[in-house]
C-alpha cells in the first residue's frame, strides 16, 4: 500500500489523475523474502499500470468524465464532478479487499453495485475485521472511504498516517555505502558545453539500467523522501544524509543547481539516481553500444545526424539555435555534421 499510495502522490504532485486504480492494475515487478520478528515474510516489489484512463487536471477545475471500474469507481465520478482524490477513494476499496478478503461495495450485478457505491457505506461485518489493526480501520473507514471527498485524505496526508509509520519496515544502509553516494554527487558536474554526455547518461539510467543494478539508489531516496512525493526539497537530502554520514552542507548545496535540470527548487527521482550513480560502471561499452544502437534504431553501428540527435533528446524546443550549435561543436569533432 504504501507503494501504490507514494506513486498516486507522485502522480498527483503533477497533476495526474490515474482514474482506474485497481488490483488488475498493480504489477508484482519482484518478490523477496525479510525475516520480520522471526518469521519469514515475502514481500513484493510492485508497479502500478495501464494509465490509459489517466489524464493531466488543474486543480481549480472538476473533472466530469465517467471513468472507472464498477467495484473501485468513486461516489463523485458517478455524479461527473471530481477531482484527483477519486484514486484515494479506489485505494481504499483495494485495502479493504486485501484486508478481510471482499470488497466493500457488493451486488449481484454492475447496476447493484454502482447503487451500494453512490450510497457509500462500506459492508464492514465485525467478524471479518476482529483481527485488523485499529491503525488500518482507522486508514480505510476514516480517511480513504470518506464519502465527502473534501474530508478525504489526500494521498500525501495517507501516507503520514500511523499505520504506515507504526508497521512500515524500513531500510538500512550502510555508511559505506552512503558514502559511495556522496562522493557520486559531489563529483557531479553540467554545464551547457557537456549537455550532450548528461543527456545521454540520462537516457541511459532510464532506458538501460537493470532494477538491480539502481534498487540500493532506489530505496535510499524512498528513505529520504519523506512525504512520498517523488521529489525532494534541497535541504530534505542534506538532513537525510547527516542522518548517516557526516556532510559537508556548501559542497552538497554547490551541485544541486546541476543535479536540478529543470529548476524546480527540488530534486526529483531520476535527477537523484544520475547524480548518484556510479559512472565508472554505467559507462561501459555493452551500454554505450546499446544506447547508440537504440539511438539510431538500427542492429549495427551507424551513423547520426546532429539534427537527429536533436530530436532523438526531444531538444527542438529546449535551446535556442546558438546554444545547440555550441553543443554540436563539442560532439561533431571532425565537422562532417554526423557522429
Known amino acids: 500500500m504504501h507503494q501504490l499510495i507514494t506513486a498516486i502522490c507522485y502522480c498527483h504532485s503533477n497533476n495526474i489523475v490515474h482514474r482506474d486504480i485497481k488490483a488488475e492494475n498493480i504489477l508484482i515487478e519482484s518478490t523477496r523474502i525479510e525475516n520480520i520478528d522471526g518469521k519469514e515474510i515475502e514481500l513484493c516489489e510492485i508497479r502500478l499500470t495501464d494509465f490509459s484512463s489517466a489524464r493531466s487536471f488543474n486543480r481549480s477545475k ?19 464532478s471530481y477531482n484527483e482524490k477519486c484514486d484515494i477513494w479506489s ?9 478481510c478478503g471482499k470488497p466493500p461495495f457488493w451486488g449481484d450485478s454492475d447496476k447493484e453495485i454502482i447503487t451500494n457505491v453512490e450510497k457509500g457505506i462500506p459492508d464492514k461485518r465485525p467478524e471479518e475485521w476482529k483481527y485488523i489493526s485499529p491503525e488500518a ?5 476514516e480517511h480513504l472511504l470518506k ?3 473534501h474530508k478525504r485524505f489526500s494521498a500525501a496526508d495517507a501516507i503520514k498516517h500511523p499505520w504506515f509509520q507504526k508497521y512500515l519496515i524500513r531500510p538500512r544502509f550502510s555508511a559505506e555505502k552512503i558514502t559511495e553516494f556522496y562522493k557520486n554527487i559531489i563529483s557531479f558536474k553540467i554545464d551547457t558545453k557537456f549537455f550532450f554526455q548528461q543527456a545521454s547518461l540520462a537516457y541511459m539510467v532510464h532506458h538501460i539500467l537493470k532494477k538491480e543494478e539502481t534498487e540500493p539508489l532506489r530505496k535510499f531516496f524512498e528513505f529520504l523522501d519523506k512525504n512520498g512525493d517523488g521529489k525532494m526539497a534541497y535541504s530534505e537530502i542534506v538532513e537525510g544524509f547527516k542522518k548517516i554520514i557526516h556532510v559537508n552542507d556548501k559542497d552538497v548545496m554547490r551541485v544541486f ?17 544520475r547524480a548518484c550513480i556510479d559512472r565508472t ?3 561501459t561499452d555493452e551500454h554505450l553500444k546499446t544506447t547508440f544502437i537504440l539511438f539510431t534504431k538500427q542492429d549495427e553501428y551507424k551513423t547520426i545526424s546532429c539534427q537527429e540527435f536533436k530530436f532523438i533528446l526531444g531538444l527542438q524546443t529546449k535551446f535556442n539555435e546558438k546554444t545547440w550549435e555550441n553543443i554540436i561543436k563539442n560532439i561533431d569533432i571532425n565537422k562532417d555534421g554526423q557522429v
Open 62 to 80: 472538476k473533472l466530469t468524465k465517467k471513468v472507472g471500474t464498477p467495484y473501485y469507481i468513486a461516489p463523485e465520478v458517478l455524479k461527473r
Open 91 to 99: 485505494i481504499g476499496v483495494l485495502l479493504f479487499i486485501l484486508l
Open 137 to 141: 480501520q482507522n486508514l480505510i473507514f
Open 147 to 149: 464519502h465527502d471527498p
Open 257 to 273: 543547481k546541476y543535479i536540478d535540470q529543470s529548476r524546480s527548487g527540488y530534486i526529483e527521482y531520476e535527477e537523484f539516481i
Open 281 to 283: 560502471k554505467l559507462l
